[in-house]
């Protein structure tokens, strides 16, 4: 089992930064990888940006160029650092990780709200 932990979340002018956290703890050396997700008021859960374990990263059409995903192995924490927030980035953030063996495991959310 892996338990995921986000902070970081609030509110935020257009144009602002933030930088959100997600700690795991648990079965860590079972995660292969390791990304952001956002859900908005009546609309699906979507991928922002994803780190493998060999470091690879990828992102969002949306958010490229203005969010950057990083990670660091020995507090077992991804980071999201979110430039230039835009009205349309509120959302809540849901950290993931997917295992070797295939589980999903994900946080409680933190909300993100850009106002204009």
């Known amino acids: 089992q892996v338990q995921l932990v986000e902070s970081g979340g609030g509110l935020v002018q257009a144009g602002g930064s933030l930088r959100l956290s997600c700690a795991a703890s648990?079965?860590?050396?079972?995660?292969?990888?390791m990304g952001w997700y956002r859900q908005a008021p009546g609309k699906q859960r979507e991928l922002v940006a994803r780190?493998?374990?060999?470091?690879?990263?990828a992102y969002a059409d949306f958010v490229k160029g203005r969010f950057v995903i990083s990670r660091n192995n020995a507090k077992n924490t991804v980071y999201l650092q979110m430039n230039s927030l835009k009205p349309e980035d509120t959302a809540v953030y849901y950290c993931n990780a997917g295992s070797v063996s295939a589980d999903n495991y994900w946080g409680q959310g933190t909300q993100v709200t850009v106002s204009s």
């Open positions: 780190i493998i374990s060999g470091g690879s990263t």
């Open positions: 648990g079965s860590v050396s079972s995660i292969r990888v």
